[in-house]
């Protein structure tokens, strides 16, 4: 972790589209990843563009998922790596830029890699169950959690899969930083009423 490394907002949702922050950064989102699949460069580079924009107008942390290019050309301070990303990515290059760097893991090998990379966060998922994507890894559970943060001290921990507002200060409780949601806002029937909850529940 960087010593400048800015202390980051315990609420951390994810969103697929700009159009989620017109809804949701009035209502005092503060730190937020942008998680786009299945478009063309060009698409990328003006959603992401359009989405930190947004979040700067806002004074709102945004996070790139994955397209580390883009969010160097685009002037991002942050970008988020799963472990396959990593394979691929000129850290080097992320870090000269100043870009900021958060690493997904999910067993003790994958969190030696990312501690190498001395990140400015690490990720643990699921911590529950999650609908959001097909994964290998069974739930983690508080204990991994609990474990987690005493391996990796003061370096900020994200709690995420399978969140809900029910289960925040659980997680909070067993070491985690952060808490990320995706799923429990962008399904709910009302996103901004679900939002405000999660809002009160973590500030």
Known sequence: MTPDT??????????????????????????????IKDQDDATLLAMLQDALNQCRGHDCTMVVNDYWRIAIDIG??????GQEDLDDADLPAIR??????????????????ALNLDPDYVALGPVYPTILKKMKWTEQGL?????????IGTTPLVGIGGMNVDRAGGVFAAGADIVSVVTDITLNDNPEARLQEWIRATR
Do not use: C, N
């Not at 315990?10 to 697929?16: K, W």
């Not at 000269?96 to 890699?113: K, M, N, Q, Y």
């Open 6 to 35: 800015p202390t980051l907002d315990r609420f951390y949702p994810i969103f697929d589209h700009p159009q989620w922050l017109h809804r949701m950064l009035p209502h005092g989102v503060k730190l937020v990843q942008m998680r």
């Open 76 to 81: 991002a301070d942050w970008v988020h790596l």
């Open 96 to 113: 000269r830029a100043g870009i900021r760097l958060g690493v997904s893991t999910h067993d003790h090998d994958e969190l030696e890699r």
């Open 143 to 151: 204990d991994k959690v609990t474990e987690w943060k005493g391996l």
